[in-house]
């Protein structure tokens, strides 16, 4: 305790992010760009900088948790002589080469970087199930440990900046896309008088179970060989009476035939007596 933490950035998350680290008795200041924002954090016992100069000046470790790659540069870039000496964490959504980038203005500038990425909203923040994924300085991750962990479980990658971001998206990708197939289900019944709540009810256990199948799908994918037996065929894969199903409920099929295209691809390139999981080589090689 008694570590000295800024936080630049006050909205849903960065707020919550330096709650934990009042609540977890540091000494915290907070700035964000709109005023008004900090009133339940000083409320708390947090300090207000007036100005993101102020903010860094105040402490050896300074988060920043803005909206996006070009806020963080518009916010650090003329404090770039502040921060030396200082180790930035920056929880800011970036892609894997804003990340990088980032990190190299900051080894210019004289600065300690670490890149993270959320895997949590506000509410988790410090509660159990909260991840954040870290990739930069091995140094900046072992000596803030302690602070990064108020938060929830704490992973660094490894030295390459861009990877903390990059399996952060990768996550998000998969979670997007099975929502949009829940969704797509929720609106095929939905002709048939079956609410969402009902649908979700079966969908969450179904899917739930069949998570299960990722880990023989990588046996395959790493194993490269997608002719091994007991697997699903591409062609006994084929979505045809989903996507007819979806027609007659008068439903979009842009999410199945999406789906339908990975499947058809590897089918037509001869690989239909193959395993499902060569859909991935219609990913990994975009048409
Ligand atoms: P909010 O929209 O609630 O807050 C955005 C913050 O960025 C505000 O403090 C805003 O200041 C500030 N900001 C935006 N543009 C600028 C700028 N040009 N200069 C200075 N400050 C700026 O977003 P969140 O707090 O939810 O998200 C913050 C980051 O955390 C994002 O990168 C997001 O992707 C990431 N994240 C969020 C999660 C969530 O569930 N909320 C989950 C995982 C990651 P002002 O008040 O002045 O507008």
Redesign the pocket.
């Known amino acids: 305790d008694g570590v000295r933490v800024s936080v630049l950035?006050?909205?849903?998350?960065?707020s919550a992010l330096a709650a934990a680290l009042v609540r977890a008795g540091h000494e915290t200041t907070v700035w964000?760009?709109?005023p008004g924002?900090a009133d339940d954090l000083v409320a708390q016992g947090a300090r207000v900088a007036a100005t993101a100069a102020d903010a860094v000046r105040a402490s050896p470790l300074v988060i920043a948790?803005?909206?996006?790659h070009a806020?963080v540069h518009?916010?650090l870039d003329p404090l770039a002589g502040d921060l030396a000496g200082r180790t930035l964490v920056n929880?800011?959504?970036t892609s894997p080469e804003q990340s990088r980038e980032l990190a190299a203005w900051a080894a210019e500038a004289g600065v300690a970087y670490l890149d993270g990425g959320?895997m949590?909203?506000?509410q988790m923040i410090g509660q159990p199930g909260s991840s954040i994924l870290y990739s930069g300085s091995a140094d900046a991750f072992e000596e803030h440990r302690a602070v990064l962990d108020l938060w929830g479980d704490s992973t660094w990658f490894g030295e390459d900046p861009g990877l903390a971001s990059l399996y952060d998206l990768a996550l998000l990708a998969g979670m997007y896309v099975m929502f949009a197939g829940f969704m797509h289900g929720a609106a095929m019944v939905a002709p048939a008088g079956v609410s969402a709540t009902r649908f979700a009810a079966m969908a969450a256990p179904w899917l739930t179970a069949m998570t299960g199948g990722f880990h023989e799908f990588a046996k395959v994918i790493d194993g490269g060989d997608y002719t091994v037996e007991g697997q699903q065929s591409l062609e006994f894969s084929d979505l045809r009476d989903i996507l007819t199903a979806s027609v007659e409920q008068g439903v979009s099929t842009e999410v199945v035939d999406m789906v339908q295209r990975l499947i058809r691809r590897q089918i037509d390139a001869g690989h239909g007596k193959e395993g499902f999981a060569r859909i991935v080589e219609s990913i990994r090689h975009p048409g």
Request: glycine fraction near 12%; aromatic fraction near 0%.
């Open positions: 950035g006050l909205g849903a998350m960065g964000n760009r709109s924002r948790c803005l909206l996006d806020s518009e916010v929880v800011t959504t959320i949590a909203v506000p």
